[in-house]
């Protein structure tokens, strides 16, 4: 497994590249990083096979698409018990309304990014999520305006 001291200066010109535009061509890569295509190919393999670069993926604009309210989501469990972190972490893989899930420090037990089409979508699926044993709180937090989205990582 490649770690941030194992890449170097070209290997994170690359990826800063290819964040800012996942379809460019290996001839493109390889022009913006002053490498001819070949090496340039055998770099990007080795972040591939490292798991450095995780996948390719397209972003679509949400309101465009009808999934226009996004919800930050804290829920605590009623305990911290084998059974009912793997079951509940189970359950939010079948929900194809969290985009992201984090366990976390503080007051809550995960942070969920919920994406609905509207106030009586997300009251659906809150309705599933109390519907879950070992849910103790649910607490939500409306995204009024997007300021910032999909920024690249800080290479």
Known sequence: ???????????????????????????DIAEAVALSPSPCLRRLRRLERDGVIQGYRIQLDRQTI????????QVKLQDHGIESVA???QALMGMSQVINAHTVSGSADYLLEVVVS?????????????ALRMVRE??????????????????
């Open 66 to 73: 009808g999934l226009g309210m996004t919800v930050y989501v």
């Open 118 to 130: 509207d106030l009586p979508d997300y009251d659906l699926w809150v309705r599933q999520m109390q």
């Open 87 to 89: 079951g509940f972490e």
């Open 1 to 27: 497994m490649t770690k941030k001291q194992d890449l170097d200066t070209t290997d994170l010109k690359i990826l800063r590249a290819l964040q800012h535009d996942g379809r460019l061509s290996n001839a």
């Open 138 to 155: 649910i607490e939500s937090n409306f995204a009024l305006r997007e300021v910032k989205s999909q920024a690249p990582l800080p290479l």
